[in-house]
């Protein structure tokens, strides 16, 4: 048995050494070809009305020239590595893709992670940095990403080609852990300058309309997310027609060349805001996400989207009172994590804690399930959380015919947790709302005080 995954390892080493050549190649020609290109136009005119010489071989040659003088110029063996490590995530290889991205800067990750700025740094680190953070995310560990996303984002200032990516990335990673002021401050500036300079249709607009998406539907801001949606459909748009001249763009548009994955998510994050409407259309909009993720190619690239879009069918389900549907979808999510994916981070305890209430709904008893969910879930990310008051609800509801006393106890810290974070009369108010309406009050009786007698 050691053997044979040996073997499949060895196989999975040499396709995404393959992988990653071909990539590179790709990259350079797409990236360094198109400057080569229009430079070697120029020289061409200026020799032929110069020089008279003839004007295909003097194309010829300054198409052969050039590109070779920006060969060298481009660091080839580090472009290799960074595709290299990321196909050995695709392949499932993270030990390898890990090895290979922190391999002679582990002095320098432990001042980012303490905060630092390292000491010494070299023209590679930024890059393996930047595969780190992708690493972390992957694996679910939102805190480690955010010290990778703050040194990269600090380290930006003076890059007008990354500095939108550096900032859409921490901004996503303060979203998600909690921290939705300095997120969505973020967001929106990266939007501004993105707009200011005509960059409306690139992967950096994008993921920045994402994260916003994501960040007001969770904070059930239903106008919001609506508005943040109607850009996106534009902004993909644009995207299939313009043209950008930023290099980073134009690596990620190639590196990322699989154009349907806006289009999931916008299906996907369409099908979560229909849901918070009750609109019977939810379930329509994620079998269109559905039909684009199982693309092996695109789930190669979008490691966790196919588990998370499970997660949700089985919330969906349990709107629609089918619970077996809804436990099936969860085990389903839970046995791709385990199974697929190194992630044990937010995604992950979603899928469990799923796979938990659709059985608290079925009649077995998952309490203990909950509550670990719920502690796992507050060591993840930052209080107060939209995550953790669901937690918080869910516990109580499943104690709700069991102990009163808890059910109460957990269901109104929930509710004041939902207060702070959301709008007055958002859905998920009105649900713990209705649910502590059906814990019976406890009526506490008070005895009179025995009257004092004289001796």
Avoid at 36 to 52: E, N, P, R, S
Avoid at 54 to 80: C, D, E, H, Q, Y
Avoid at 204 to 213: D, Q
Wanted: proline content about 3%.
């Amino acid at each position: 048995m050691a053997e044979k995954s040996a073997e499949a390892n060895a196989f999975k080493l040499a396709r995404a050494k393959s992988k990653a050549t071909s990539r590179t190649v790709k990259l350079i020609l797409f990236v360094q070809g198109g400057f080569a290109l229009v430079m070697a136009t120029v020289m061409t005119a200026i020799l032929v009305f110069l020089f008279h010489l003839n004007a295909p071989l003097a194309f010829l040659g300054s198409l052969v020239g050039i590109f070779a003088i920006t060969l060298t110029r481009t660091s080839v063996k580090t472009i290799w590595q960074s595709n290299f490590a990321f196909c050995c995530q695709e392949e499932g290889l993270w030990n390898k893709a890990e090895e290979l991205a922190t391999v002679g800067i582990g002095d320098e990750i432990e001042q980012i992670l303490a905060g630092r700025q390292p000491q010494t740094e070299g023209h590679e680190l930024p890059m393996k940095v930047s595969q780190l953070q992708v690493m972390a995310i992957r694996k679910g560990d939102l805190k480690t990403a955010v010290k990778f996303s703050e040194y990269l984002y600090r380290n930006s200032a003076d890059d007008r080609h990354n500095r939108a990516y550096q900032s859409s990335s921490l901004a996503c990673n303060y979203i998600e852990l909690g921290n939705y002021t300095r997120g969505f401050e973020l967001l929106g500036a990266n939007l501004d300058s993105l707009e200011a300079s005509g960059r409306t249709g690139t992967p950096a607009y994008i993921s920045t309309l994402l994260g916003a998406i994501q960040g007001s539907i969770d904070l059930e801001r239903i106008q919001d997310a609506e508005k943040y949606l109607e850009r996106l459909h534009k902004a993909i748009e644009t995207s299939r027609s313009g043209i950008s001249t930023n290099k980073t763009d134009i690596w990620i548009k190639q590196t990322l060349a699989t154009k349907s994955i806006d289009d999931a998510f916008a299906s996907y994050f369409s099908a979560r805001i229909k849901l918070l409407k009750n609109d019977p259309e939810a379930e329509l909009e994620l079998k269109q996400a559905f039909e684009i993720v199982k693309d092996p190619a695109i789930q190669r690239v979008l490691t966790l989207l196919y588990p998370e879009l499970l997660t949700f069918h089985s919330q969906l389900m349990v709107k629609k009172k089918e619970y077996d549907k809804a436990e099936k979808l969860a085990q389903q999510a839970l046995e791709y994590y385990e199974n697929k994916t190194q992630n044990r981070g937010t995604d992950y305890v979603k899928a469990r804690r799923a796979l938990a209430y659709a059985q608290i709904k079925k009649g077995t008893d998952t309490k203990s399930e909950l509550e670990e969910c719920l502690e796992t879930m507050r060591n993840l990310v930052y209080e107060p959380h939209p995550h953790i008051a669901l937690s918080l609800f869910q516990v109580g509801e499943a104690y709700l015919n069991v102990d009163e006393t808890k059910a109460r106890e957990y269901l109104e810290r929930s509710l004041d947790m939902r207060r702070r974070l959301l709008p007055e009369g958002s859905p998920s108010i009105r649900e713990t709302e209705d649910m502590l309406a059906k814990v019976p009050n406890q009526l506490v009786v008070e005895l009179a005080p025995e009257k004092q007698t004289g001796v």
